[in-house]
Nanobody, 128 residues
Framework: QLQLVESGGGLVQPGGSLRLSCVGSGFTFDYYYIGWFRQAPGKEREGVSCISSGRGRTYYADSVKGRFTISRDNAKKTVYLQMNSLKPEDTAVYYC?????????????????????WGQGTQVTVSS
């Protein structure tokens, strides 16, 4: 059974950093694209970033470009989201999601509809 487990959330001051982790199990991790999404209270879910299978092409929402970095370690079946220069508007529950297998080394649009498997989420709060 495919499972995704996020960790690494917490409370951080504006300008600070956090690294989220998403550990996958129950599927051929290397061949799946993995995305990060977030949802703040009262707001719609937003696609944050995605990393493709294979060579790991990366994609970012404009709102996080230059501040967040997504990466994957296939040996550890883990995708990371390094978040720097955090802002209060980054406060949300962050989810990782996966789909595949995909051999095209591309990510779908970050609308979320192309991701069938989701984790439970981890809370990120940016506040002084």
């Amino acid at each position: 059974q495919l499972q995704l487990v996020e960790s690494g959330g917490g409370l951080v001051q504006p300008g600070g950093s956090l690294r989220l982790s998403c550990v996958g199990s129950g599927f051929t991790f290397d061949y799946y694209y993995i995305g990060w999404f977030r949802q703040a209270p009262g707001k719609e879910r937003e696609g944050v970033s995605c990393i493709s299978s294979g060579r790991g092409r990366t994609y970012y929402a404009d709102s996080v470009k230059g501040r967040f970095t997504i990466s994957r370690d296939n040996a550890k079946k883990t995708v990371y989201l390094q978040m720097n220069s955090l802002k209060p508007e980054d406060t949300a529950v962050y989810y990782c999601a996966a789909d595949g297998p995909s051999y095209q080394e591309l990510c779908p649009p970050l609308s979320g509809t192309a991701f069938r498997s989701w984790g439970q989420g981890t809370q990120v709060t940016v506040s002084s």
